[in-house]
């Protein structure tokens, strides 16, 4: 059964722009992390923010903020004001042998 | 502060041969995981070695096998290479606080190629 889903291959947006990549998940257990990860054209996969399941507020981390909604099973992840830099593949994942779903392409356009 | 590395970078293999990825590290970090990404993909969970022991493991058969030495560094060996996997192996440090926000840092990946 797939844990993570991201819905959208590929995504592009204009640069200072925001955008919003989707994320959804399935566990049935109470607890749970939740992670967003960049991973450039180099491979290396680079930590962006965590959500924990019993965190109150949504995460943050300086452009990047976490849209967590636990009663939809969702933990989308928003990039403000968006740099030619940020142009990479997404992923989502999962903590407990940590799930990753299929990820997003982003494309930043000047 | 080293971070992960993770060698060769690249390698090719022929069907049915033998290969040992290697692994070290972010200095202080106890549990190191591995994971395989196929083109287009997102990583799949292999296995993590904590303590020099094997505390969880993905849908992989027995072929794959990994070995984590006293100084942390860790090896991923495959048996009976098969094309399907060719792929980009990625090696995870963290340190092991148990919880759901334990935080994994990545290498390069070794891109495998078998022929």
């Known amino acids: 059964a797939q844990k993570i889903t991201q819905t959208q291959p590929g995504m592009f947006v204009q640069e200072k722009e925001a955008v919003t990549l989707d994320c959804t998940y399935d566990t049935s257990d109470p607890s749970y992390g939740l992670f967003w990860y960049k991973q450039p054209s180099s491979g290396e996969m680079i930590f962006l923010i965590y959500?924990?399941?019993?965190?109150?507020q949504n995460a943050t981390e300086g452009r990047y903020s976490l849209n967590f909604q636990k009663a939809r099973k969702s933990a989308n992840l928003v990039i403000s004001a968006s740099q030619l830099g940020d142009s990479a593949m997404y992923f989502c994942?999962?903590?407990?042998?940590?799930?990753f779903g299929t990820g997003t392409s982003l494309t930043v356009i000047p | 502060e080293t971070g992960v590395t993770q060698s060769p970078t690249h390698l090719i293999k022929t069907r049915g041969q033998q290969v040992t990825l290697r692994c070290s590290s972010q200095?202080?970090?106890?549990?190191v995981s591995w994971y395989q990404q196929a083109l287009g993909q997102g990583p799949q969970f292999i296995f993590q070695y904590y303590r020099e022991e094997e505390n969880g493991r993905g849908n992989f058969p027995p072929r794959f096998s990994g070995l984590q030495f006293p100084n942390y560094s860790s090896e991923l060996n495959v048996n009976a290479l098969e094309l399907d996997d060719s792929a980009l192996y990625l090696c995870a440090s963290s340190l092991a606080l148990g919880g759901t926000n334990e935080k994994l840092f990545f290498g390069s990946g070794t891109q495998l190629s078998v022929l």
């Open positions: 994942a999962m903590r407990d042998q940590f799930y």
């Open positions: 200095s202080g970090h106890n549990t």
């Open positions: 959500q924990g399941s019993y965190d109150q």
